[in-house]
């Protein structure tokens, strides 16, 4: 069974940093793109970091760029992202998604919240 599980929210002051982890397991980690998003309160989901199945290729939301970095290890079967210099714009539910063009196929994980807060 596909199993996506993100882990590392938690409460952050303004300019503090904090790492999020997406452990996945029941599907072939190192064929899939790996994503991060997020939903703010009274907001749409909007993608915040993407990186290619092999680690070669990565995207950033505008208003991350510069502050945010998506590594994977593929050994670990593992995303993260790092966040650095958080603002209270960022505070939102994070979520992981694997996926890939062919075959199509599209995992989700529960979320981890984030709150950046003084």
């Known amino acids: 069974q596909v199993q996506i599980v993100e882990s590392g929210g938690g409460l952050v002051q303004p300019g503090g940093s904090l790492r999020l982890s997406c452990a996945a397991s029941?599907?072939?980690?190192?064929?899939?793109?790996m994503s991060w998003y997020r939903q703010a309160p009274g907001k749409e989901r909007e993608l915040v970091a993407r990186i290619g199945s092999r680690g070669v290729t990565t995207n950033y939301a505008d208003s991350v760029k510069g502050r945010f970095t998506i590594p994977r290890d593929n050994v670990k079967n593992t995303v993260y992202l790092q966040m650095n210099n958080l603002k209270p714009e960022d505070t939102a539910v994070y979520y992981c998604?694997?996926?890939?063009?062919?075959?199509?196929?599209?995992?989700w994980g529960q979320g981890t919240q984030v709150t950046v807060s003084s």
């Open positions: 029941g599907f072939t980690f190192s064929n899939y793109a």
């Open positions: 998604n694997a996926g890939r063009a062919w075959p199509r196929a599209d995992f």
